[in-house]
Nanobody, 127 residues
Framework: QVQLVESGGGLVQAGDSLRLSCAAS????????MGWFRQAPGKEREFVAA????????YYADSVKGRFTISRDNAKRMVYLQMNSLKPEDTAVYYC????????????????????WGQGTQVTVSS
């Protein structure tokens, strides 16, 4: 079983930055494909970013490309999401997710691609 705990959310103004963290316990973290998703009120949970087990490859939603950066530290069992130039439309609950099944090319942007989820952390961006 894998447990994921997000932290770092908060209330910021448009243009500010935040760094979200996700602490993982259980299992072999260094072999997991990791992702960040978000869910705004009244909307479905959507893909934000993902990173391969080694950190070599990263993937982003078009809406955050160039502003957000995903990274990981396997020694610390941590995944991060650096969010810059935040916009009001980035307001959402942000979730960390882990895929423990072998990675299949292209399988990183849908909710069913992941096996474990954190409880989420709220990010609110005021205009």
């Amino acid at each position: 079983q894998v447990q994921l705990v997000e932290s770092g959310g908060g209330l910021v103004q448009a243009g500010d930055s935040l760094r979200l963290s996700c602490a993982a316990s259980g299992g072999t973290f260094s072999s997991y494909f990791m992702g960040w998703f978000r869910q705004a009120p009244g909307k479905e949970r959507e893909f934000v970013a993902a990173i391969t087990w080694s950190g070599t490859n990263t993937y982003y939603a078009d809406s955050v490309k160039g502003r957000f950066t995903i990274s990981r530290d396997n020694a610390k069992r941590m995944v991060y999401l650096q969010m810059n130039s935040l916009k009001p439309e980035d307001t959402a609950v942000y979730y960390c997710a882990a895929r423990v099944r072998p990675y299949r090319s292209g399988a990183y942007s849908r909710n069913p691609d992941y096996d474990f989820w954190g409880q989420g952390t709220q990010v609110t961006v005021s205009s």
